[in-house]
């Protein structure tokens, strides 16, 4: 199993739906979780950590179960500036604590 | 605050040649790190530095060199190109190492070797 594995999409929705994502990770003694977005052709940036009993910032939401391993971010309300790649991140505990990328989930969102 | 920046953004090399990579750091950031990014590769962790003066391997060091003589600054070094190191380099730092906080990117070096 991968460490950190997400659905590369790409998820194609109109504007003002709600989209999910979903990410699941192998290690179960990951402390530290974040998504990253990442325009096309630029760097990640970050969106926003994962805390164990959720969060949420303005339409985006993130969920940490640890029991099943996976994270979830949901968009509500998509906009067109939305379009990007979605990358799930968790700690590795075996190189000091270095994060794992997931390949991304790519999200466009049509007018 | 300039944040975390590259140089060069692009450059094109010949199979052999040396080149090196710079990057720069203003957040007074401990550790600093170099990603290579490929299609369907997603980011791949090659050296990083959990301070000045020391370096560690990520999951692919094989053909690069880094240095950390000062804080701000971490340099990526290939010393003779091959056409498998061509990718998209990023560098990343970050205030602790220890996971718990998120890394900031510089916008990245396109690097072509022929």
């Known amino acids: 199993r991968k460490e950190v594995e997400q659905d590369p999409g790409p998820f194609n929705v109109p504007e003002g739906a709600t989209v999910a994502f979903n990410c699941t990770y192998s290690?179960?003694?990951?402390?530290?979780f974040f998504w990253y977005r990442q325009d096309c052709r630029k760097e990640p940036k970050l969106l926003m950590s994962v805390y164990s009993s959720g969060n949420e910032d303005g339409r985006f939401t993130a969920q940490l179960n640890r029991a099943s391993q996976y994270i979830s971010l949901l968009i509500r309300d998509s906009k067109l500036s939305d379009s990007a790649t979605y990358l799930c991140v968790v700690n590795s505990l075996g190189s000091q604590g270095n994060l794992i990328f997931g390949k991304g989930t790519k999200l466009s969102v049509k007018p | 605050n300039a944040g975390v920046t590259q140089t060069p953004k692009f450059r094109v090399l010949k199979t052999g040649q040396s080149m090196t990579l710079l990057c720069a750091q203003d957040?007074?950031?401990?550790?600093m790190y170099w990603y290579r990014q490929d299609p369907g590769m997603g980011l791949r962790l090659i050296h990083y530095?959990?301070?000045?003066?020391?370096?560690a391997k990520g999951e692919v060091p094989d053909g690069y060199n880094v240095s950390r003589l000062k804080k701000q600054n971490f340099l990526l070094g290939l010393e003779s190109a091959a056409p498998s190191q061509t990718s998209v380099y990023f560098c990343?730092?970050?205030?602790?190492?220890?996971?718990?906080?998120?890394?900031?990117f510089g916008d990245g070096t396109r690097l072509s070797i022929l």
């Open positions: 990343a730092s970050s205030y602790e190492g220890i996971g718990n906080q998120p890394q900031h």
């Open positions: 957040m007074n950031h401990e550790y």
């Open positions: 290690n179960s003694a990951s402390q530290s």
């Open positions: 530095s959990v301070g000045e003066g020391t370096t």
